[in-house]
């Protein structure tokens, strides 16, 4: 009897957890509750949900592109830079710096196109004879808005 009684509850209960009938209510003490809304969790499409691949970002797309040299490389005097860029009117500007923050270089330089167009580059640089370490080489343009430094790309070389 007891073994009987025992299954018949299991039943109901069970019944109840799977009942197909929409509740509206905000109850969450009954258990039969709690498993229909964790079952309703788990079927939410996936596009619904927020992951990083679809989360917005404020990241601002590179307009500089060094393709040489490349961050590490032993440069010496002369040495060549070069890459691609999209930036106003072409115009690019690079400074090389010693570890201490000398200057050894420093020049203004084109691109083969730019505003709205990606163009290539080609300079050569020539820094003082003497200097050998760490070194970093910065290339950027200049704000036609307020003559700031914008799009600056660092590639840390050693002078060799």
């Known amino acids: 009897m007891t073994r009987r009684l025992g299954a018949v509850v299991a039943i109901g209960l ?5 009942s197909s009938s929409p509740s509206t209510s905000t109850s969450t003490s009954s258990p039969a509750r709690s498993t229909t809304s964790t079952a309703l969790a788990t079927t939410v499409p996936p ?10 970002t ?21 040495f060549t830079l070069s890459g691609s860029a999209n930036v106003f009117e072409a115009a690019l500007n690079c400074e090389l710096a010693a570890a201490d923050g000398t200057i050894l270089a ?7 196109a ?4 990606w ?12 200097h050998v370490g ?5 290339v950027y343009s ?8 914008i799009n600056t790309v660092t590639v840390p070389v050693t002078l060799g």
């Open 14 to 18: 069970l019944a109840a957890s799977c």
């Open 47 to 56: 596009s619904s949900v927020p992951s990083s691949s679809t989360a917005p």
């Open 58 to 78: 404020t990241t601002i797309p590179a307009m500089i592109r060094v393709d040489s040299p490349k961050p590490g490389a032993v440069v010496t005097s002369p």
């Open 106 to 112: 420093s020049m203004p330089f084109q691109a083969t």
């Open 114 to 117: 730019g505003t709205g167009t």
């Open 119 to 130: 163009g290539t580059y080609s300079t050569s640089i020539t820094f003082p004879s003497g």
């Open 134 to 138: 760490p070194a970093m080489l910065r």
């Open 142 to 149: 200049i704000s036609a808005k307020d003559g700031s430094r």
